[in-house]
Structures are given as structure tokens and as C-alpha cells.
């Protein structure tokens, strides 16, 4: 997809006005959608390993206080 | 006598095998039950939509609780923060039909009948 960045130019001057334009606006604005769904990572670093140690207990620790979970 | 003492345990053992929300507070119940909070992957709730006062008071006093059991409970070789997590992957897989909670990509989304969307590490 053709994103706002690229302009057509015309003459130099007139493509110069419109380049400092552009960059005192902010810049470009790509307007076509990601690939991929946005995944953002929970920065938190657990390994498998640790999940299935924690798993009961998460699980015992739901049962035995049922007014806060 | 007998139809009291009967209805009378029936009521306890109701009461005592029923199921979580039995011992909720009814704002919070009420608040999870209309959407307002929700449960987020980190194993804490969050509030969905404008957070309110009263909003901020009810999930801040639970989510204190929260932590105090995770940071009990994450035994060593594991951080208080790793606890909160299986924790979260558990909770989200508990919420009910209607509630709401927190993708790993940060929507907010309704749980329905089918399974919850959640963090690939989770079990």
C-alpha cells in the first residue's frame, strides 16, 4: 500500500518548499495498516518450566481466597 | 423442627461449596459482572473503561491483597511477578461469560463461551 510519504514532485524549488512543509508539519504519517496483529509483550521473562511449577499452586491459591480472585 | 434444621444445612453446605463469587464483595461481584473490571495476564484487575474513585479504591484494595498472597506464595526460584502471571493465566481462564478481561496484545475483550484469548506461556 502506497503510504503519504512519497510525494510527487514537481520543480525543485516548489518540491523544497514542500519538503520543509512537510518536516515543520512533523513529518510523514504512514497510513497503511501492520501486517501483523500488534503483540505487546508483558516484559515478563518466565520459562515454561517455572509456569508448570507455579500452575497448582496459582490454582490452590484461587480456591483459598475466593473474595479477592 | 426437623424441615429447619434441614433447610438450615442445606443453607451452610450451599453456602460454604458454592461457588467464588459466593464470597465476593457485591461491588465488586457487581462491578465484574457489568464490566467495569476486568482481569489483566500480570494476575491483576484492571478497569475497562473511565476509571472512577470508587473504581480505583475497589480494584487497588483487592489488587493489594493480590500481591501480598503472590509475594507469599512465589516460593523460591520464582519471582513474585512470575506467581502474578500463572496466576493471571488461570484467572482469565475462570472469568465467566459477560465479564471482561485483557488480551496479551492490551484490548479488552468479553469473555464468551469459547476459550479466553491469552498469553501463548500459559498452560
Known amino acids: ?69 | 423442627m426437623r424441615h429447619m434444621l434441614f433447610t438450615a444445612a442445606a443453607i451452610s453446605i450451599a453456602l460454604a461449596a458454592g461457588p467464588a463469587f459466593a464470597q465476593r464483595d457485591p461491588a465488586y461481584q457487581s462491578a465484574r459482572a457489568q464490566g467495569l473490571v476486568g482481569e489483566q495476564p500480570d494476575g491483576y484487575l484492571g478497569i475497562v473503561g473511565t476509571p472512577t474513585a470508587e473504581l480505583r479504591a475497589l480494584i487497588n484494595n483487592i489488587n493489594i491483597q493480590r500481591k501480598k498472597q503472590y509475594t507469599d506464595q512465589a516460593a523460591a526460584g520464582s519471582t513474585v511477578q512470575q506467581m502474578a502471571f500463572v496466576t493471571g493465566c488461570n484467572l482469565i481462564q475462570r472469568t465467566a461469560p459477560g465479564e471482561k478481561y485483557q488480551a496479551p496484545d492490551g484490548r479488552w475483550l468479553t469473555r464468551g463461551s469459547e476459550p479466553p484469548v491469552r498469553d501463548p506461556r500459559c498452560l
Do not use: W
Open chain 1, 1 to 69: 500500500m502506497r503510504s503519504r510519504c512519497t510525494k510527487s514532485l514537481g520543480t525543485v524549488r516548489h518540491a523544497t518548499a514542500v519538503a520543509s512543509v512537510a518536516m515543520l508539519a512533523g513529518g510523514c504519517v504512514n497510513v497503511s495498516a501492520p501486517d501483523k496483529p500488534i503483540v505487546i509483550n508483558l516484559n515478563i521473562s518466565i520459562t515454561q518450566e517455572v509456569v508448570y511449577r507455579l500452575d497448582n499452586k496459582a490454582k490452590a491459591l484461587i480456591q483459598e481466597n475466593p473474595g479477592i480472585f
